[in-house]
């Protein structure tokens, strides 16, 4: 069965900086794209960022380019979010995610989310 267990979310000032992580485990990951997705109250979940299996591509929303990085490591079957400059807008429960089929807006596997809280 298909595990992914996030960490790394927390309070933060506005401007200030989170790295997010997931382990991924259950079964061999080869092939998978993952990704990290958002639900803010009130509104719907959100596509964040994504990352093939080799990182040969990667997808952002427009709201955090140049601001979130997207990263993995295989060996580890780990996938890290990156999150600089922080805004309150981006306060949300953040879910780790996976797909066998390399998808990028939607996907197959879930983790249970981890909060992230940025004060103004």
């Known amino acids: 069965q298909v595990q992914l267990v996030e960490s790394g979310g927390g309070l933060v000032q506005a401007g200030g900086s989170l790295r997010l992580s997931c382990v991924a485990s259950?079964?061999?990951?080869?092939?998978?794209?993952m990704g990290w997705f958002r639900q803010a109250p009130g509104k719907a979940r959100e596509s964040v960022a994504a990352i093939g299996w080799n990182s040969g591509y990667t997808y952002y929303t427009d709201s955090v380019k140049a601001r979130f990085t997207i990263s993995r490591d295989n060996a580890k079957n780990t996938v890290f979010l990156q999150m600089n400059t922080l805004k309150p807008e981006d306060t949300a429960v953040y879910y780790c995610?996976?797909?066998?089929?390399?998808?990028?807006?939607?996907?197959?596997?879930w983790g249970k989310g981890t909060l992230v809280t940025v004060s103004s």
């Open positions: 995610a996976a797909d066998p089929r390399g998808r990028v807006r939607t996907m197959d596997y």
């Open positions: 259950g079964r061999t990951f080869s092939g998978y794209s």
